[in-house]
């Protein structure tokens, strides 16, 4: 089961790549910027969870890993638009968006979404 987590990592490493050279095409095409990280986390764990809905056996961990860092990813992002639009609001929010990010994640990976 070990091995899997290597062939995940390893597989990054390509999606990565890929989304370097996207998220420059698309600067460059639509002038809008997109974080190379944070797609392939989340188009790491978009793949897992639908090989496990398609009934793969994939590990729920490391998909409750990657949500969790998007979670946490989308929680910074907030805090930076906050920081940069002076609006000290958003900054209420930071617990909610964990509060309700965990409880999505949760609810996505113990079926209750069916």
């Known amino acids: 089961m070990i091995d899997v987590i290597y062939y995940i990592l390893l597989a990054m490493v390509g999606i990565y790549a890929t989304w370097i050279f996207l998220s420059k095409v698309i600067k460059n095409v ?3 910027k997109i974080c190379a990280i944070c797609a392939t986390v989340v188009s790491t764990w ?3 969870l639908t090989l ?3 009934g793969y ?3 729920q961990i490391i998909i409750a890993v ?4 998007s979670v946490a990813g989308f929680m910074y992002l907030l805090e930076r638009r906050a920081e940069s639009t002076k ?3 958003l900054l209420l929010m930071k617990p909610l968006v964990i509060l309700f990010g965990t409880l999505v ?3 996505i ?3 209750a979404y069916k």
């Open 46 to 48: 978009g793949v897992l």
């Open 109 to 111: 990976l113990s079926g």
């Open 87 to 89: 609006n000290k609001k």
């Open 66 to 69: 990657l949500m969790g860092e």
């Open 57 to 59: 056996a994939v590990n």
């Open 105 to 107: 994640v949760y609810l």
């Open 52 to 54: 496990k809905l398609a």
């Open 30 to 32: 639509f002038d809008f």
